[in-house]
């Protein structure tokens, strides 16, 4: 019995030929139940160390979900599944996309002021300094001093 958020044998099936074969001779942690563990992280919002023990280790779940990012193993996956199911004809493409213009920032977002509260009054050199190009970037290294911030 497969628990919820856990793949299902048709659709580890899918994804067994997807997964990569050690190449350093060492025995990896079982993908299956890491991706399982992926899933459960990314559907229940948990943090890492809260994965249930069902799992193995956290460290290892996160390390492989990481390195996978870093290669673009994930990216790979899922347009190979989208590949296929558009082969056989069960994708819609038409309910893919983002529209920038549906996401939208609240002002505080933004840095703003909250409503009700007092801004301060911009002064004379306040208002000169913004009209200029910064002179000099700061650097947390203290070897790096002072830079010119245009290229």
């Known amino acids: 019995m497969t628990r ?5 044998d048709e659709e580890w099936a899918l994804l067994l030929p997807l997964m990569p074969r050690p190449s350093n001779g060492r025995a990896w942690a079982d993908h299956r139940t890491v991706i399982s563990g992926v899933l459960f992280w990314a559907s229940t ?3 890492w160390r809260d994965l249930p023990d069902r799992f193995g280790p956290w460290q290892t779940v996160y390390e492989r979900f990481r390195r996978w990012q870093k290669e ?6 899922l347009r190979a599944l989208q590949g296929r199911a558009d082969r056989e004809g069960i994708l819609d493409w038409s309910l893919f996309g983002a529209d920038s213009t549906s996401v939208r920032a609240s002002r505080a977002a933004a840095g703003a002021a ?20 910064p002179r000099c970037t700061w650097s947390p290294s203290a070897a790096a001093g002072c830079r010119s911030a245009s290229p």
């Open 72 to 77: 673009g193993r994930w990216l790979a996956i």
């Open 45 to 47: 919002g948990i943090q």
């Open 114 to 133: 909250k409503k009700g509260a007092a801004s301060r009054p911009t002064t004379r050199w306040g208002a000169a300094a913004a009209a200029t190009a």
């Open 4 to 8: 919820r958020h856990e793949l299902t």
